[in-house]
């Protein structure tokens, strides 16, 4: 079967770092993305890994570790703009991505 | 053009309608998806594309789902007979398949359907 998993919501603060976490079980599986979906608009990618390790794209960051299934995003100093939810995708050989229910992030001032 | 377009952004049916929805992918991306996003929830893959060619459709939840591509550049995705449970926003991606180890996914900002 396939499963994603991530918490459905969480709170931090203006300027602070927040750690959003993702779990898979995929019956194939060739990378893990993080896209950023506004309310009402379209998802917008993030970030990816293929292997394991930690990908650092600016203010934001993602790490893989295949062998234990997990994935977490990073998000430094962050901003109110930054409110909005995250979506944890496995891509299943570019046949299609596998997606988790979305962590709804809120940044409080 | 500049991104993935899709129309209507909106519509609304009355239960029993068809509907059809409208896809315009990157200019020259290979593949193409279509995904369904309940409120509150991750996208859920429904079909995919590679040129014109449907390869896999195994997320389509019923028979009155139909989805074509007939040039391999623009997609419709039609809904017979739409139910209320129909109601979602439903995504387009597309990706170039460049052939490398990874093809990101590029989606458009959807449209809802509202089944009244």
């Known amino acids: 079967g396939q499963n994603i998993d991530q918490p459905t919501e969480m709170t931090a603060t203006e300027g602070a770092i927040v750690q959003i976490n993702c779990t898979y079980q995929?019956?194939?599986?060739?990378?893990l993305f993080w896209y950023q979906q506004h309310a009402g608009e379209a998802p917008t990618f993030l970030s990816y890994?293929?292997?394991?390790g930690l990908e650092e794209k600016g203010r934001f960051s993602s790490f893989l570790s295949r062998s234990k299934g997990y994935s977490y995003l990073l998000l430094k100093e962050l901003q109110m703009k930054d409110s909005a939810s995250y979506l944890c995708a496995a891509d299943n050989y570019g046949q299609n991505f596998v997606f988790g229910p979305g962590t709804r992030l809120s940044v409080l001032p | 053009g500049a991104g993935v377009s899709q129309s209507p952004r909106y519509k609304v049916a009355k239960r029993g309608q068809d509907v059809a929805l409208r896809c315009d992918p990157i200019?020259?991306?290979?593949?193409l998806f279509w995904y369904q996003q309940a409120l509150g929830q991750g996208p859920e893959f429904l079909t995919y594309f590679q040129n014109e060619a449907q390869l896999d459709k195994s997320g389509l939840p019923s028979d009155r789902f139909f989805a074509e591509r007939p040039e391999g550049s623009v997609s419709t995705l039609k809904i017979q007979r739409t139910q209320q449970e129909d109601s979602a926003v439903y995504l387009c991606a597309s990706s170039s398949n460049s052939g490398g180890s990874v093809n990101i996914q590029y989606f458009g900002a959807g449209t809802r359907l509202s089944v009244l």
């Open positions: 995929t019956s194939g599986f060739n990378g």
């Open positions: 200019s020259g991306h290979v593949s």
């Open positions: 890994n293929v292997l394991d």
